[in-house]
């Protein structure tokens, strides 16, 4: 591939306080040469800030979710490549908003997929600096989900910072809703016979918290991950419904 082979793609929803350091340090990964924010309804200046930093800015006029801003990313980069008359598709890369300067770790994400050693590379993080208030049923509920659909043992399920091959990404479309996305994504993919690998990455990211907010937040994972599994006809001991472990 060439040496601008890389589209990242930034779902964003009210990250004004953190979007253009995210923005700027993702910027420095080799072979990124365009960078799509999805701002997903906000309400402050995350637009803005975004585009100042160098980012193209896509806009959803109310907050439609995760895939939701993803499936517009990676339609904005498809645009965008046809507009080039590009013959071959960038890599995407997935990162969440809240990295920071962080995001310029990511660069080992791109590596097995430019190296066609993987279709979809998916990162593992260190211990976060701020513990969350999570009970780990989420995280449990994807992991035991996504075995038993496909037999991947995966070290962190609900990683959103991924790197695909545009194939990889058709073959899963249309995503999985909301915050199952990753979960459906790592079924999807490896349903359509395509590898995935986990990459140990130097990331940092802001822990959801304890308050009630942060409890919903929880709440609509749960829903949406459930979701995922029961559409990919996992079995139904896994769904939350009959999970004694969620309750």
């Known amino acids: 591939m060439s040496t601008s082979d890389l589209a990242v793609i930034v779902p964003a929803f009210e990250e004004e306080a953190r979007i253009a350091a995210t923005v700027r340090a993702a910027a420095t990964i ?28 896509v806009r959803h006029s109310r907050n439609r979710g995760k895939a939701a801003a993803m499936e517009s ?8 490549e046809a507009r080039e008359g590009r013959e071959r598709p960038r890599l995407l890369l997935f990162l ?3 990295l920071e300067e962080t995001a310029g770790n990511a660069a080992p994400l791109a590596v097995p997929v430019r190296e066609g050693t993987a279709a979809m590379s998916i990162a593992t993080l260190p211990p976060q600096k701020l513990s969350g208030g999570g009970h780990g049923f989420v995280v449990k509920l ?16 609900l990683s959103g910072q991924r790197c695909l091959t ?23 993919v490896l349903r359509a016979g395509l590898p995935v690998v986990e990459v140990e990455v130097e990331i940092q990211h802001r822990v959801t918290g304890t308050d009630f907010a942060s409890q919903l ?31």
Not at 30 to 57: P, Y
Not at 73 to 80: F, L, R
């Open 96 to 98: 969440d908003a809240d």
């Open 217 to 247: 937040h929880r709440a609509k994972q749960y829903r949406d991950v459930a979701l995922a599994l029961g559409t990919r006809r996992v079995p139904a001991a896994l769904r939350p419904e009959t999970w004694r472990g969620a309750r």
């Open 30 to 57: 080799e072979g990124v040469d365009l960078i799509v924010v999805v701002d997903d309804g906000s309400r402050d200046r995350t637009r803005q800030l975004a585009q100042e930093a160098g980012a193209v800015v």
């Open 73 to 80: 990313g990676a339609g904005a980069v498809a645009a965008i």
């Open 166 to 188: 545009r194939e990889a990404f058709e073959a899963a479309r249309p995503l999985a809703f909301g915050f199952g996305v990753e979960t459906g994504l790592t079924i999807d």
């Open 142 to 157: 994807a992991r035991d989900g996504i075995r038993s659909a496909v037999g991947f043992e995966a070290r962190q399920p």
